[in-house]
């Protein structure tokens, strides 16, 4: 969905990659980081649809592999919890100096309490949001507490962490007792979300509680009830990004964007990895359109023929109410219901073919008010003047060319 792949050098000078998720007109109106969790990587099922839901709302959202993991540069078994911190820091740094600096910052699991943490050391981060995240950085340590014996032993052991041996050493269990998070967030004076879901049999609830508990105002909790700890239903990922979006919004300054070529602002973009789901910005909104499940859509948003309908219903409202004020009748409320087939004409000649059918929309009024007959056959006629009703009557022309990439 609009990603470009980057490149940017942590603190040791090794590469760590990333995709730069955009929105559909490809202008953000605010650039986010993502930590994905212990041992993830960007490219996780949360990671992509938590980052997608934000893009779909229109930010610009940086996801990358820590190091030593995924595709970054780095060997794992040589960083800490404060490396992390300073992998973002890198993040962010990167997005000032190429794009915008980046102003919200998520953390998922592990990934949630780095970015705390960094928040600190970000000074354009306005905003903090974290997912099942623990409330010490410390708690990662039950992954692998049958090694913890070994590890202070030998100073190193190898640990299964989802199925993935890795190896841990003793200086990644120091580093994490290094700081303790309720002393922290006293002084973390931004606002913060944190989500979390009831059933996480990975890092229990508890520590939602506690870090709302030592967090200040502004601070919000979201129950994401159902859900499991890696959030590997669509459903709940895409969930949590688009409240990460809407709750953001009260805190960030949107940027100025320019404008898109077309007169009415509408636009569409669609990736080939993308099925239907398509991200569009009309005007100053952001939305998206699909397609129903049974069409091999994932039910997303309307279809393009909702969309269509959605305006006329739209427009014939907007008509009747303005006309309605402009006579001072007493019009409480218009409803417009409205249908899209394709039917045959009722003069047709080879009602057989299918080609023979024409585009219909069935349009239905409801008018709430003291109106009298009258009225509402005259309202009903001006329906038929509604400018969407004129175009869709009409014959319309598409004059259609091609943009070159720049």
């Known amino acids: 969905m609009g990603y470009k792949k980057v490149t940017f050098k942590n603190k040791n000078n090794e590469a760590l ?85 980046p ?18 050391k ?30 202070r032993a030998s100073g190193k052991a190898i640990v299964n962490v989802g199925g993935r041996d890795f190896t841990i050493k003793k200086s990644f269990l120091d580093d994490l007792n290094k700081e303790k998070y309720d002393d922290f967030l006293q002084e973390l004076k931004k606002p913060i979300l944190i989500m979390h879901s009831p059933q996480d049999s990975i890092v229990n609830i508890k520590n939602a509680e506690e870090l709302y508990v030592a967090a200040k105002h502004p601070k919000s909790f979201v129950s ?16 949590a990004g688009k409240i990460c979006a809407t709750w953001a919004k009260r805190y960030l300054k949107s940027e100025d964007v320019e ?11 669609l990736e080939q990895s993308d099925g239907f789901t398509t991200k569009m910005k009309l005007g100053n909104h952001y939305v998206t359109a699909d397609e129903p499940k049974n069409f091999g859509g994932k039910d997303f948003g309307p279809n393009p023929y909702e969309l269509v309908s959605g305006g006329l219903s739209a427009c014939t409202a907007m008509t009747l109410q303005m006309y309605a004020k ?48 009258k009225q509402k056959e005259r309202l009903l006629q001006i329906a038929e003047k509604c400018p969407v009703h004129k175009t869709l009557a009409s014959q319309a022309r598409i004059n259609t060319w091609y943009i070159k990439s720049v």
């Open 17 to 101: 990659y990333g995709k730069l998720e955009l929105p559909a007109n490809q202008q953000p109106h605010n650039y986010v980081i993502f930590a994905h969790c212990f041992t993830g990587s960007k490219d996780f099922l949360a990671s992509v649809d938590i980052t997608r839901a934000l893009s779909a709302e229109g930010y610009g959202v940086l996801r990358f592999d820590f190091t030593g993991l995924g595709e970054s540069e780095g060997e794992f078994s040589e960083t800490t919890f404060s490396h992390n911190i300073d992998d973002l820091v890198a993040a962010a740094n990167f997005l000032s100096e190429n794009y915008l600096a």
């Open 103 to 120: 102003t919200l910052l998520i953390g998922h699991s592990f990934g949630g309490i780095a970015a705390i943490y960094a928040s600190s």
């Open 122 to 151: 970000i000074k354009s981060i306005r905003a903090v949001a974290t997912i099942s995240s623990p409330s010490d950085p410390a708690h990662v340590k039950h992954l692998f507490k049958s090694n913890l014996q070994e590890i």
């Open 224 to 239: 994401l009830d159902g859900a499991n700890h890696l959030l590997t239903e669509e459903k709940d990922a895409t969930y």
């Open 259 to 269: 404008d898109l070529k077309s007169k009415h602002q509408v636009m569409a973009s």
């Open 326 to 373: 402009r006579k001072k009748w007493d019009l409480e409320k218009v409803e417009v219901h409205t249908n899209y087939h394709k039917e045959h004409a009722s003069d047709c000649e080879k009602c057989e073919d299918k080609n023979t059918k024409i585009d219909t929309f069935d349009r239905g009024i409801k008018l709430q008010g003291k109106l009298d007959e």
